[in-house]
């Protein structure tokens, strides 16, 4: 069955700290991975995709790897900020045109 | 810039009733997508739109499920007789022909007692 694994479940960091978030998966063809950000009671919103062929793609201050071989990726966050207070979210296509597995994500607190 | 926006923000029905949940994706996309998130769960799939049909749909998406897109802007998701376990956040997404991209709306909250 495709899964999507995250760890960890929740995070809390200092204003200014990096973080990283781990994300394993089993889903079979691979198509692309992706990142999404959650606010509380809002849509999730892109961060990255990543191909097969990518291993690493930055979006300011988020950095996300792929180990296509071991199906892994990684968000890592520099400097956070209060704002990075989210849901982070891995989500694997499939196929070219598939529906996405989901993560459970992982929930991120910056505190002051 | 353009986003997909969902009416209404929250909605509280009784178990049995019927419910429509509006979203107006943006306005060059073609393909839709409805998802939901119980509360402290994942996101999952409901369904696919494209060219006026279904193109596809998880196990969620049983009879008492129907998607529509009456109109040249709106795409509503229908459950015909709310349970209980309906209670979610639903998300509508959309993309454009050749992007992989989805955006997703802020979504319903649906409370169903």
């Known amino acids: 069955k495709n899964q999507v694994e995250q760890s960890p479940q929740s995070l809390i960091i200092l204003e200014g700290k990096n973080c990283t978030l781990q994300c394993n998966y089993t889903v079979s063809p691979f198509s692309n991975l992706r990142w999404y950000k959650q606010d509380t009671g809002r849509g999730p919103v892109s961060l990255t995709i990543m191909t097969f062929s990518e291993n690493t793609k930055s979006n300011g201050r988020y950095t996300a790897t792929l180990d296509a071989d071991t199906k892994q990726s990684s968000l890592h966050i520099t400097a956070s900020q209060l704002s990075d207070s989210a849901s982070y979210i891995c989500?694997?296509?499939?196929?070219?045109?598939?529906?996405?597995?989901f993560g459970a994500g992982t929930q991120v607190v910056v505190t002051p | 810039e353009p986003e997909v926006t969902q009416t209404p923000s929250h909605q509280v029905t009784q178990m049995g009733q019927e419910v429509i949940l509006r979203c107006v994706p943006i306005s060059n996309h073609l393909y839709f997508y409805w998802y939901r998130q119980i509360l402290g769960q994942k996101v999952e799939f409901l369904v696919s739109?494209?060219?006026?049909?279904?193109?596809?749909k998880s196990e969620i998406f049983d009879d008492q499920f129907s998607v529509e897109r009456p109109d040249g802007s709106n795409f509503t998701l229908k459950i015909r007789s709310t349970k209980l376990e309906d209670s979610a956040m639903y998300f509508c997404?959309?993309?454009?022909?050749?992007?992989?991209?989805?955006?997703f709306g802020p979504g319903t909250r649906l409370t169903v007692t």
């Open positions: 739109f494209y060219n006026n049909e279904i193109s596809e």
């Open positions: 989500v694997v296509r499939a196929d070219s045109w598939g529906k996405f597995q």
């Open positions: 997404a959309s993309r454009s022909r050749g992007s992989d991209e989805q955006y």
